[in-house]
Structures are given as structure tokens and as C-alpha cells.
């Protein structure tokens, strides 16, 4: 693993252990957070045994853990007599000929012993139960291949939208029509990046570069393609140009393909534990056991999305060829070939958008079925349209000469105001299911998933424009030879800069609002430490964290302010482009004179923006393919973004928790079901997400004898606020009621993790009451030197940490069933 290296290689059979009279099995299972880590920090010791998992999701304890293991374990096995001594001997000899390198999972289960029952790296003994480290981060920030999900980035934003809608048992059919809205976004989303590479390869180069002899005099590779250069080349006729330049969005859509394909492979195919349907409650859905396993859907969509992209391109291709036949005077034979072939694209679209539109996520049961004939059938149809295109495009036509620009206006002005419709349609659902259960603590009542949807779709356009324009400038950097890239798109960028103002206008709100609070924290700071000679540095340290940890709940007004503004100017931009024809400079020509001013400079900036934009974005991908490190920053917006299945876009970024959670889930169930012991499941920031998720899919006999330790938690601070029909009160309040106990810390000074607000059950709460930090204000003699402001980290150096787990296990005690005899070898399972 790139994140987490295995110390040792090579298979590590089972042993038998007979566990000690009077032990308490006790483990705690530790899963990180965003960023990634290694097992060596989050176990705190240089020396770690992969003991089960592959290189990209493993789980990993200290070797001294698992030395102490065998060392037990010969010790039992020598007591039991001659043919047990022989059989523990072979035992231990092929163990130790694999030292640390595998699947130890028998052997570390059966001895996970109570407390005192290991070693730190310099040989004390260590106090608490057996820790194991589950390493998540290769599901996110792997190979070089992650540099390519950047383009995606749309896709990931849209597909949230579909989880972040407002809770609404009882509306089944209002719930479908949200999924539907949100999954016809996702469709025009691609159609959008498809369209944008036909608008740079067919437009720009083939169409007009190619056609001008001064453009392509300047790119001598386009010379076979001009004819001028050609002297009439068999290359120059127009419909072959724009054929031959059809193979760049064709092989977009095929990499996207790709991509989804193997990640479809390598994580929707994990297939969680199997257990019953349990009753339909309040709870979150996150408990129903097909939620995890998403492969059906996943496959239809990618059927439906990679026909809706080569449908694109077929389209650019014969369009233009279309205008020209249905002329005045055209050939009557290619008319009609074009009318027919215009009649089969639009039957492709509806069969398209027919698929989308079915039934979506099937998530009560485990759903093993493929849509063969749609995955296979709707992509192999395009295809077949696509090639036809192509071929009644290259046909030649005598007297065809490409002039101007494709008709991309119209195109990219119809994707823009069908996304505006089905926005507003989703805001309109989303508010009608938030009216019905209203939530005061959902972000912003219940239409976050309808803003995020249109950011969606605004960082789609920008990243469209932004490649157009760079290219058009590339070609004709003069930009008096080419009519460059459709006018709508000059006009998104110009949106650019009032949308940054009205951001820097809030930013600066924000600021002066924190230093208001900053100003108050202080009051608070020296009173929580009477007695103690105040330092004003310190204590406007501790506030000044105090206060910036809040600007966190202040997210959803952000993103309103965000969306509204996108709204508004984006309608704006739509209008201009549509009335007047014209860039927003040529369209106030005529106007006053500082309405002139302000459309040159909002063009010409946002046009600057938009470069520097593009040039970051290949920069910053082309860092993260060859940098790991850069492909680990990256992967931090992916360990955010892609926690949720892939509902409405097949070509996201796959959801690492259709891997992560069976793999917790198998772990726990299987060592439970092994040693009969107690088991702590330890999840920090992010982990703490897939934490309880891991422990809603637990078996109800399972769950229960689970405790649940979060800290730095963003349960309900993000998730319960921006995804409250998952992560809501009532589901909260469920997940403390099924799971054996659950405990909560958080910091003040914490801008990501806070209380989860679960309401209590049996009279027990979940939040720890808020922890101290810094740990000292002043020098004491435990701490010597200032102690650090741990924020989000650290909550492990915290006493408390210790005390509320020894806790929880103490509360998994009564009914926990005694252990377990030690199975046959043969019988004994392998684990996750």
C-alpha cells in the first residue's frame, strides 16, 4: 500500500489458542479519518502486521500484539499435553516462517485478551484492549489514475445532490421524483463535457481552424485537413474533417466508460454482509442491507450515459451536414438519409433518457440482477448511429465549404435552460418534502441538494467554457481569423467576477463576525480558568480557534448566497446570449458608457479567470499523476465526496463505502462471532462516518454487542445537516438505540467535528461534555511546556479518551455470552 506499508509479506495460517481463565476478549477497532494515515500513527508503534485486507484496504495491528499472540499461544498449547504440543509446534512454525505478513485473523482473534496484554514499541506493557487499525486511504488516493477523476468533479458534486435531500417518510412517490430530477441533471451534465469536446475538436479545429488557410498555415499539423494546404485533399472536404475529429469526444466517452467500469469492478462489486430486512423505522436507510451494493444501478446508468455521449457526438457530426442537404437545391437522396438518421438519434434519446427515468435504487435486499440488454444493448446502438453519421457526413458534397461556427449556440443554450428547469423543478420538490417534516437543523431548509445541484452544473459550464476558450485562443491567438467558441459561453465567464465579488463581499462579513466572536471567546477562556495568571496572548489564541472553528455552521449560508448568485446571473447570461447574439462587449456597444466599462472588464477578467483556471486544473492534474503526495491532497476532496453511492452519475468517482463498510462490517461480525468478546468500534473525523455506517449494517444480535466511539465527528455538523434523510435526528437517535453504546468528544476549537445531539436513550447521552483545549492553559508540571491547540487531532492524547472507552466496554459487559470454545481449523472462518 502506498499509504500504509506492510512490514511483512506472505500468508499467516491460524494457530490454536485456549484463552487464558477469566479473560475479557476485548479490541478496539480504529478507522481514520480524511487525509489518510498510516498504521504506524495510528496504532503508535514503528512495527505493524497486515492481518487481514489486500493493498488497497487492509487491517493492521502492532507486531508485538501478534508476537504476544503466538507466544500465548504456544504456551497454551504446550501446556495441553504431547499431541497438542506437536500440533501447536507445526502451528507456530509455519506462522513464524510468515511473520506479520497476513491473515493472522484466527490467531489475533482468539487472543485479544483484556487489558495489559501487550507491549508498546519500548516494551512496556500497555493498559487497554488490543487495537487494530483499519487503513482506508488507497480507496481514495491510489495509483496515478486518480489524477484523471479531476475531470469528474461535476459528476461527484451532482451525485450528492441526490442523497441531500429533506426527510419525508410516507412520500414514496415524491422521493422518486427528487432521485429522477436529480439523475436527469446527472444525463445533462455529461451531455455537457461531450458536447464541450465537440465544440473544441469539431468547431474549433476541424470546422474553423481547418478551414482557414491562415489558421491552419500556423499549425502545420492540420495542413492534411486544409484545403488550401491540401490543395483539395481527400481530408479537406468539411463532413470528413468533422468525421475525423469526431474520434476526441469518442474516446472521452469511452475513457469515462472505462473508468466507471473498473471502479465498478473494484468497489460496487463488493457484496456487504448478508442479513434480514429489518423493520421500516425511522432510522436511516443506511441500515437496509442493499444500500451498500449499488452494482445494478450503477451498470444501467453507465449503459445509459456512455449512449447519451456517443449520441452527442454523432449528432455534432451530422447536423451540419443535415443543414447543408435539407437546402434549397440539396441532393434528395442524402436529405432523406439525413431526415432518417435524425429520426433514429431522436428514438436513441428517448430510449436514453427512458432508462434514466426508470425506477432507481433497489436497496431492501442485496439485488444481484444486471440489465444486460440495456447495459450492453444502449451503447452498442449508439455506436452503430455514431458510425453511420460519420459515414453520411464523409460523403462528399460538392460546393460545401465550412464557414462561421457550428451551430453550438442553440445546442449549449438549450443544456443550459433544461438545467435551469429541472433545478427549480428539484428546488420545488425539496421544499414541498422539507414543508412536510421540517427540520430546523437542515441546511438551508431543505433545498441543499437543489444548490448544490446548480453548482453542479455552473462548475460544468465554467470547466466547458474555460477548455473552449483556451483552445480558440491557442488556435487564433490574434482572435481575428476564427468566429471562436459559441457566444453563451464568453457570457458564463463573463458571470465570473460578480459572482467572486458578491463571495469576497460575504467573505469580508464573515471576517468581521468572527472577530466579534473572537472578541467575546476571550471572556469565556478567562473565566474556564480562574486562578491562573492570565496570559492575553494565550487566551486570544484560544478564542481566535474558538472562533474560527464556527465559520463552519456558517457553511449553508455561503452556498446560498453561492447558488442564488449563480442563478441570477447565469438567467442573465442566458438572456444576453440569446437576444443580442453578440459577447457581452459587442452587446453594450451601443449603451452607456460605464455599462460598456463594466461588460469589457467582467469579459476580459472573467476570460483571464477562466485561463488561469484551466492552466491550474492541468497543472494540478498532471502534479497528481506523477506526486503522491499530491494525489493524497486530492484524495482529501475525494474522502469527502465520495462517501455516497453512485445514485445519479455513473461516471463519478466511486464510492469508497460500498468497499470500506462490508469490509468493517465482515471484521466485526466475524470476530465477534469467533471470541464472543467486546469490541469498541473507534472512529475519528470521516471514520467516524464510516464507522456508523459499518454499525447499521451489523446483524441486530451483532449490533448490539458493539460499542460506538466517535470523535472529531461530523455526524451531525455536516452530515445530519446536509444529508438529514440519512443523517437526521430521528436516524441519530436510532443508530444510539440499536448499537450497544455510543460515545461522543468533541473540542470547541474543533471546526469539523462537534455534538451529534442524539436524543438519549435509557437516560444515557452520547455527547461527552466538550473537551479541554489545550489540554493546560499555563505551564503546569504535567505540562512543562505550552500545550498545543489540538483542534480536529489528537483526541487520543486526551485523558478523557482512555475513561469514556473503558466506559463503553464496561457497559458491553452484562450480556456480552462468555467465550467460545475454539473451533477445528477447518471450521474456523477467514474474516473480512
Not at 123 to 143: F, H, I
Not at 364 to 370: A, G
Request: proline residues 7%; hydrophobic residues 45%; positive net charge.
Amino acid at each position: 500500500m502506498e499509504r500504509a506499508q506492510e512490514r511483512t509479506a506472505g500468508p499467516r495460517p491460524d494457530a490454536a489458542f485456549t484463552r487464558p481463565a477469566g479473560a475479557e476478549p476485548d479490541l478496539e477497532l480504529l478507522v481514520h479519518g480524511v487525509g489518510g494515515t498510516t498504521p504506524e500513527e495510528m496504532l503508535g508503534d514503528p512495527r505493524t502486521v497486515r492481518i487481514t485486507g489486500d493493498d488497497t484496504a487492509a487491517v493492521f495491528r502492532r507486531a508485538a500484539d501478534v508476537e504476544n499472540v503466538e507466544n500465548a499461544a504456544a504456551g497454551a498449547s504446550t501446556a495441553a499435553g504431547t499431541t497438542g504440543s506437536a500440533r501447536s509446534t507445526a502451528g507456530a512454525a509455519s506462522t513464524a516462517d510468515a511473520v506479520g505478513t497476513s491473515d493472522a485473523v484466527g490467531t489475533a482473534d482468539a487472543a485479544s485478551t483484556g487489558h495489559a496484554v501487550g507491549t508498546d514499541a519500548g516494551g512496556v506493557p500497555r493498559k487497554g484492549p488490543v487495537q487494530e487499525a483499519y487503513v482506508w486511504c488507497n480507496l481514495t488516493s491510489g495509483d496515478g489514475s486518480r489524477a484523471l477523476w479531476l475531470l469528474l468533479l461535476p459528476f461527484m458534486v451532482v451525485n450528492l445532490a441526490h442523497w441531500m435531500r429533506p426527510a419525508a417518510p410516507g412520500r414514496p412517490r415524491a422521493i422518486r421524483l427528487y432521485g429522477l430530477l436529480v439523475r436527469l441533471i446527472a444525463l445533462t451534465l455529461t451531455v455537457l463535457l461531450v458536447a464541450a469536446a465537440c465544440e473544441v475538436a469539431l468547431d474549433l479545429v476541424a470546422w474553423q481552424c481547418a478551414g482557414v488557410a491562415a489558421c491552419a498555415g500556423r499549425h502545420s499539423w492540420l495542413g492534411f485537413l486544409s484545403p488550401t494546404a491540401s490543395d483539395g485533399g481527400w481530408w479537406s472536404l468539411p463532413g470528413r474533417r468533422l468525421a475525423l475529429a469526431a474520434l476526441v469526444p469518442t474516446l472521452l466517452v469511452v475513457l469515462l466508460w472505462y473508468l466507471s467500469h473498473r471502479t465498478w469492478q473494484a468497489y460496487e462489486s463488493h457484496r456487504p454482509m448478508s442479513h434480514g430486512r429489518e423493520p421500516d423505522t425511522d432510522g436511516s436507510a443506511l441500515a437496509r442491507p442493499g444500500f451498500w451494493y449499488g452494482r445494478r444501478l450503477v451498470a444501467r446508468l453507465r449503459g445509459a450515459h456512455t449512449a447519451a455521449g456517443l449520441l452527442t457526438v454523432a449528432a455534432a457530426v451530422a447536423v451540419p451536414a443535415m443543414r447543408f442537404d435539407h437546402r434549397p437545391g440539396g441532393a434528395p437522396a442524402l436529405d432523406t438519409l439525413g431526415r432518417l438518421l435524425a429520426a433514429a438519434l431522436l428514438a436513441g434519446t428517448v430510449a436514453v433518457v427512458s432508462t434514466v427515468c426508470l425506477r432507481g435504487r433497489s436497496e431492501n435486499s442485496l439485488d444481484q440482477r444486471l440489465d444486460r440488454r440495456l447495459v450492453q444493448g444502449l451503447p452498442l446502438g449508439a455506436l452503430g448511429l455514431l458510425l453511420l453519421a460519420v459515414l453520411y457526413a464523409g460523403w462528399s458534397r460538392p460546393g460545401w465549404r465550412s464557414a462561421g461556427r457550428l451551430p453550438g449556440d442553440p445546442a449549449f443554450a438549450g443544456l443550459m435552460l433544461a438545467q435551469g428547469l429541472l433545478v427549480v423543478a428539484l428546488a420545488l420538490v425539496a421544499a414541498a418534502l422539507h414543508r412536510r417534516h421540517p427540520d430546523r437543523r437542515a441546511g438551508m431548509r431543505g433545498l441543499g441538494g437543489p444548490a448544490v445541484a446548480l453548482l453542479a452544473c455552473a462548475l460544468g459550464g465554467v470547466m466547458s467554457g474555460g477548455v473552449a476558450q483556451r483552445i480558440a485562443d491557442w488556435l487564433d491567438g490574434t482572435r481575428a481569423l476564427l468566429d471562436g467558441p459559441p457566444v453563451l459561453l464568453t457570457w458564463q465567464a463573463s458571470a465570473i467576477p460578480p459572482i467572486l465579488a458578491v463571495l469576497l463581499v460575504l467573505i469580508a462579513a464573515l471576517g468581521v463576525r468572527t472577530a466579534r466572536l473572537a472578541r467575546a471567546e476571550r471572556d469565556r477562556v478567562r473565566h474556564e480558568h480562574p486562578g491562573e495568571p492570565e496570559d492575553p496572548s494565550r487566551t486570544r489564541s484560544i478564542a481566535q480557534v474558538r472562533a474560527m472553528a464556527t465559520l463552519t455552521d456558517r457553511v449553508p449560508l455561503v452556498v446560498a448566497v453561492l447558488s442564488a448568485t449563480t442563478l441570477v446571473l447565469g438567467a442573465a447570461a442566458l438572456a444576453g446570449a440569446l437576444a443580442t447574439g453578440e459577447s457581452p462587449d459587442g452587446a453594450t456597444r451601443r449603451t452607456f458608457e460605464a455599462l460598456r466599462a463594466v461588460a469589457e472588464t467582467s469579459q476580459a477578467l472573467g476570460s483571464w479567470l477562466v485561463g488561469v483556471g484551466f492552466l491550474l486544473f492541468v497543472t494540478w492534474g498532471r502534479r497528481a499523476y506523477k506526486d503522491a503526495s499530491a494525489r493524497r491532497t486530492i484524495g482529501i476532496l475525494w474522502d469527502v465526496g465520495t462517501f455516497w453511492p453512485r445514485a445519479a452519475h455513473p461516471f463519478a468517482p466511486p464510492c469508497y463505502a460500498e468497499r470500506a463498510v462490508p469490509d468493517l462490517t465482515w471484521r466485526m461480525a466475524t470476530w465477534t462471532e469467533r471470541t464472543g468478546g467486546r469490541l469498541v468500534l473507534s472512529g475519528h473525523s470521516q471514520g467516524s462516518v464510516l464507522a456508523a455506517a459499518a454499525a447499521w449494517q451489523l446483524a441486530p444480535s451483532v449490533r448490539g454487542r458493539v460499542a460506538l466511539l466517535t470523535y472529531g465527528s461530523p455526524l451531525e455538523r455536516l452530515y445530519g445537516r446536509w444529508f438529514p434523510a440519512h443523517f437526521g435526528p430521528p436516524a441519530l437517535a436510532a443508530l444510539h438505540h440499536d448499537v450497544r453504546s455510543w460515545s461522543n468528544l468533541y473540542r470547541l476549537t474543533d471546526p469539523i467535528g462537534g455534538p451529534v445531539h442524539a436524543a438519549p436513550d435509557a437516560g444515557v447521552d452520547v455527547d461527552h461534555e466538550p473537551l479541554r483545549d489545550p489540554l493546560a492553559y499555563g505551564r503546569t508540571p504535567e505540562h512543562p511546556l505550552p500545550a498545543p491547540i489540538l483542534g480536529h487531532s489528537d483526541y487520543q492524547a486526551d485523558p478523557a479518551f482512555a475513561r469514556v472507552r473503558a466506559r463503553l466496554l464496561s457497559r458491553l459487559a452484562p450480556d456480552v455470552p462468555g467465550p467460545r470454545p475454539d473451533p477445528e481449523p477447518d471450521l474456523r472462518a477467514t474474516g473480512a
